[in-house]
């Protein structure tokens, strides 16, 4: 059974920072792309950033390049997503997820993951 766990969501104040982690079971970890979405309410789903199966390639939202970063470590089944320099328009539910399209694949489109997170709540005050 494929899990993906979020964690490391919280209030910060804009300006701050957070380090989201998704830690990943039941699945080849490193078969798998991987991605960080959001959803706001009342909005729809929208794309964060991306990681390729190794790490090799990486895509951002206009919205946050720059200021955040999606990393993986493999041995650990762990992807993570620094944010930095947030701003109350970040606030949202954040969702891991996982898809397997191929090598250094990566999408920024949710209809193309296979699996996904309960999600982890990031709200910035302002």
């Known amino acids: 059974q494929v899990q993906l766990v979020e964690s490391g969501g919280g209030l910060v104040q804009a300006g701050g920072s957070l380090r989201l982690s998704c830690a990943a079971s039941?699945?080849?970890?490193?078969?798998?792309?991987m991605g960080w979405f959001r959803q706001a309410p009342g909005k729809e789903r929208e794309f964060v950033a991306a990681?390729?199966?190794?790490?090799?390639?990486?895509d951002y939202a206009d919205s946050v390049k720059g200021r955040f970063t999606i990393s993986r470590d493999n041995p650990k089944n762990m992807v993570y997503l620094q944010m930095n320099s947030l701003k109350p328009e970040d606030t949202a539910g954040y969702y891991c997820?996982?898809?397997?399209?191929?090598?250094?694949?990566?999408?920024?489109?949710?209809?193309?993951?296979?699996?996904w997170g309960q999600g982890t709540q990031v709200t910035v005050s302002s």
């Open positions: 997820a996982a898809t397997i399209r191929g090598a250094n694949y990566v999408s920024a489109n949710p209809e193309e993951y296979d699996y």
């Open positions: 039941g699945l080849t970890f490193t078969w798998y792309g």
């Open positions: 990681i390729s199966w190794r790490g090799g390639r990486t």
